[in-house]
């Protein structure tokens, strides 16, 4: 059975008007949309999809769009593939003054495959070479920069201490360079300065003494630049604890870990009876190894434990004495 022509007519019109009514209210809605402010949306209604894209759920708003990759373009499936596709040379560093952005040339008078070059061209080569380590800085400025970095990284090989303090050094002295702290001072002393404050801040502590062995610069001048550039950089050291001296000491005295277990115990007894307060550090750890050493029936002398921590007997033998009285202990 068939509907009448009309009928059939007039449910086609009332579908149409549906549908356009329909439309008008998606037109409506992406006005409001439109409208609506990205700043005033609740963060948990917002997703990040994988592409990088943010998106606000409810009403399908994508906020941010267009995220830069900063990845590479290839792809690689292996470490070897990656190091042979990467076209990144070293990470640059605070500890060279260039912070390592520059190139140099080799020392070696090769070519590409390793063959020998002309006289010629070696006598170039040593002219291109001595006119690049000219070029390496451009002023007095970075030349001094250069040597003070060169002689944090001497110094610190020679004392044995990680990167991270070569770092935090190089870091220190561009700040006292910056700050204009070098004028009226050594290149030398002001470079050390900033390497004893780097140990100390890195918790691997090295005495003055330590310092100045590697220095070219007395004690007494490490100390005195230290406490300037300390004061004028804020840099808020906090005295150093004796018994991270400890281990390095009984190291080098090779003794068992049952006298460094007993020295840390006796600096902290004591400590906290306020028998360290305006004491050196490295003295009162020093006398701490030597009492340990001989309640563990592991004797060392005065004069040996005085070498490894670079104090007199006179400051060691004052230093147990308070110790052992504050322990309760009879010589």
């Known amino acids: ?14 579908v149409g008007d549906e549908d356009a009514e329909e439309d008008e209210i998606d037109v409506e809605a992406i006005k409001d949309v439109d409208e609506l402010d990205p700043e005033d949306f609740d963060p948990e ?18 906020i941010e769009d267009e995220q830069i990759d900063p990845g590479p373009e290839w792809r690689a499936f292996n470490h070897s ?17 260039d912070k390592g952005l520059t190139t140099t040339i080799d020392w070696k008078d090769k070519d590409a495959y390793g063959r020998s070059i002309s006289s010629k061209k070696r006598s170039q080569m040593h002219r291109l070479r001595k006119w ?74 090295r005495s003055l003494e330590e310092i100045s062995e590697v220095s070219r610069v007395d004690r007494k001048e490490i100390g005195r630049t230290y406490r300037y550039i300390s004061q004028e950089l804020g840099l808020e050291m906090r005295p150093v604890d004796p018994k991270k ?11 068992s870990e049952e006298v460094q277990s007993k020295a840390n115990e006796i600096i902290e007894t004591t400590a ?20 340990a050493s001989l309640l563990c029936n592991e004797k060392k002398t005065q004069r040996e434990v005085a070498d490894v921590a670079q104090v007199t007997e006179v400051t060691i033998r004052n230093r147990y004495q308070e110790q052992i009285e504050a322990m309760g202990i009879h010589s």
Do not use: W
């Not at 209604?45 to 994508?62: C, F, K, P, Q, V």
């Not at 009876?273 to 750890?285: D, E, H, I, M, R």
């Open 132 to 205: 690049q380590e000219r070029i390496r800085t451009k002023d007095a400025g970075e030349r001094n920069l250069q040597f003070a970095l060169s002689e944090i990284d001497r110094m610190a090989s020679a004392l044995g201490v990680p990167r991270s303090v070569r770092e935090v050094a190089s870091v220190i002295y561009r700040r006292a360079l910056n700050e204009d702290l070098i004028r009226g001072r050594s290149i030398e002393g002001v470079s050390t300065a900033a390497l004893y404050a780097a140990c100390r801040k890195e918790g691997i502590p």
């Open 245 to 255: 001296y400890v281990p390095r000491f009984s190291s080098e005295l090779e003794l």
């Open 81 to 97: 593939e990656r190091q042979e596709k990467s076209r990144v040379g070293a990470p640059t560093t605070k500890t060279m003054h």
């Open 272 to 291: 906290e009876q306020g028998l360290l307060s305006g004491k050196s550090p490295t003295g009162y750890a020093a006398a701490a190894i030597y009492a």
């Open 45 to 62: 209604d917002l997703t990040r999809t994988a592409d990088g894209e943010l998106i606000h759920e409810e009403t399908g708003m994508i």
């Open 1 to 14: 059975m068939t509907r009448p022509t009309r009928q059939r007519d007039h449910d086609r019109q009332r």
